[in-house]
């Protein structure tokens, strides 16, 4: 029997999906657990000191452990309606109005720095700074006692605190659904990167057994969910249950990985969080190396003879980092290696990777059409157009229309023609353009031609507008989104871009780099270079 320790809390959806597991009500593969019971926060303090084998903790607080844990595909909590809200005791139209304001001296309550509630918080209201750490189950008394002036609730909490006579401000889970579309991402179950590779498979299985094994027998953990519920009823207890275990809990999926790989790269823009340069998900592909290509993948050799690959290029990371990580995985075999079509090292997505005699093709796929989602700030510019370079002008926002906004897409549909930005890789007279504007010199830019094919507005909340754009090779966002500004006769500048087309090839299908990089490794075990 393999013994390893395992956090989560006390609150009933975790008692909910655990319960099977600990209680060997469904076969756990020789697995034996010490369960230790703790709030989230102090969950997230343990990770953060990597002291447990397998726990729960925010989405907030993975990413500062993202290099001792990977997260497993079961187990999470993830879902629309489900978010932390904001609650007082009175006037919330006044306190949110205040909590708007650029300097907000407002005591807030919160369930813990590294919970996905303070990240919320901060991304909503990033002028709301006075913060009172509690926790979560005292966040409710501290506001009619007057100890704090707001309080940030989650869990069970959503469903008391009307009864305490308290009023809710606002839903920071609607806000982040508003924003993105995307279910908001709370918490998750890691394991500790240092265990085999099989066995962190072994235990998302187990754990994956266990939650289908709760919803097929909601009832069978009753008295166990009901010992570790304080004095809450059954009544909350089970809709407490089915407001965070649903199917993200069984199974993320491509929806919900898609959720927290937006949350982080939101995060990661707004230096939130660190940058992550893990592969943060459980390697789905570690007995599948065949997937990589809809031909088999056999052997390394199998990269000199051509392969496509899609890789998630990760924020921050130009184009090249990720052809010179690849390069360096294959080393000291020496494999052409390269990509088709740059994205900006503050744009994440697609990146079309061709290796040995694939490479002859990569014009190709150059000039397959693209498409992006994104979000513009509105009220503003940069002369990157983009948050490489710091606003240097700011315009009044207040009179625009969400009306106004949708129709100026409109012409910009068809082709069209655009100036690059001074800041990007063009060469003008064999030198980039980017190195003239960083040294201050003048650039000269020349317009281009480009089709913009489809060009819609997806989420308004001003200054941020979130937009889809479906173009030609060649066709620079940033530009697209500077000109928008011009339309407007305002000023527009781009804070967050990524490519989800290409061609027929999607995001939803590319790997992340270390994936690749892991498997790479793997084939080269297979077959040593010194045989290739």
């Known amino acids: ?57 925010s989405y907030h607080a993975f990413a500062y452990v993202a290099d001792k844990y990977v997260l497993l595909d079961a187990g999470s909590a993830l879902g629309f309606g489900v978010g932390p809200l904001l609650i007082c005791k009175d006037d919330p139209e006044k306190l949110i109005s205040n909590l708007k304001s650029q300097i907000s001296n407002l005591s807030i309550g919160i369930p813990g720095k590294y919970t996905t509630a303070n990240f919320l918080l901060g991304l909503a209201f990033p002028n709301a700074t006075n913060k009172v750490e ?8 501290a506001v009619l006692d007057g100890r704090v002036d707001i309080g940030l609730i989650i869990h069970e909490n959503r469903f008391t605190y009307q009864d305490k006579g308290l009023k809710k401000i606002i839903d920071l889970g609607d806000y982040w659904e508003q924003q993105t579309g995307c279910p908001i991402p709370l918490g998750g179950i890691v394991v500790n990167r240092g265990l085999p590779a099989d066995l962190q498979h072994k235990i998302n299985r187990v754990l994956r057994r266990s939650v289908e094994f709760a919803f097929e027998n909601p009832k069978s953990g009753l008295d166990f969910i009901r010992s570790h519920a304080q004095e809450m009823s059954e009544e909350v207890m089970y809709k ?17 990985k898609k959720a927290i790989k937006l ?15 893990e592969e943060i998900f459980l390697n789905r592909n570690q007995y599948k ?26 924020y921050k990371w130009t184009s ?70 710091e606003v240097d002008q700011k315009f009044d926002i207040t009179q625009i229309t969400d009306e106004q906004i949708k129709a100026a897409c409109e012409q910009f549909i068809g082709d069209i023609q655009q100036y690059p930005p001074a800041h990007s890789a063009i060469k003008i007279d064999g030198e980039r353009l980017y190195e003239k504007a960083r040294r201050g010199e003048e650039v000269e830019k020349r317009l281009r031609p480009v089709t913009i094919t489809e060009f819609e ?39 967050r871009l990524r490519r989800t087309r290409s061609g027929n090839y999607r995001i939803e299908d590319a790997f992340e780099v270390m994936e690749l990089v892991n498997i790479i490794r793997e084939l080269k075990m297979i077959t040593p270079i010194s045989e290739v």
């Open 457 to 495: 507005i997806t989420g308004i909340a001003l200054p941020e507008v979130n937009f889809r754009v479906v173009c030609s090779k060649g066709t620079y966002i940033r530009s697209l989104i500077h000109d928008f500004g011009k339309v407007l006769n305002n000023g527009a500048y781009l804070s």
């Open 240 to 256: 407490h249950i089915e407001l965070y275990v649903n199917k993200y809990s069984v199974d993320l999926g491509a929806e919900g």
């Open 1 to 57: 029997m393999t013994k390893l320790t395992l956090g989560f809390s006390p609150c009933p959806n975790d008692t909910f999906i655990f319960d099977a597991l600990i209680h060997h009500k469904i076969d756990t593969e020789g697995l034996e657990f010490e369960v230790f019971y703790d709030d989230v926060e102090t969950l997230n303090q343990k990770a953060l000191r990597g002291e447990l084998d397998i726990t729960k903790l």
């Open 320 to 389: 090249f980092d990720v052809v010179g990580k690849l390069r360096n995985a294959f080393k000291p075999l020496k494999l052409k290696v390269g990509h088709a079509g740059t994205l900006d090292p503050l744009a994440t997505g697609l990146l079309i990777i061709c290796t040995g005699k694939m490479t002859k093709q990569i014009d190709t796929f150059q000039a397959q059409e693209k498409e992006y989602t994104g979000t513009m700030i509105l009220g503003a510019t940069t002369p990157s157009y983009d948050m490489e370079t």
């Open 263 to 277: 949350l982080f790269d939101t995060a990661l823009e707004k230096n939130i969080i660190p940058e992550i340069r």
């Open 289 to 314: 190396i065949s997937e990589i290509n809809t031909k088999s993948v056999k052997s390394i050799t199998d990269f000199s003879e051509g392969q496509l690959l899609l890789v998630n290029k990760p």
């Open 134 to 141: 509690l926790v979560f189950s005292d966040i409710e008394n």
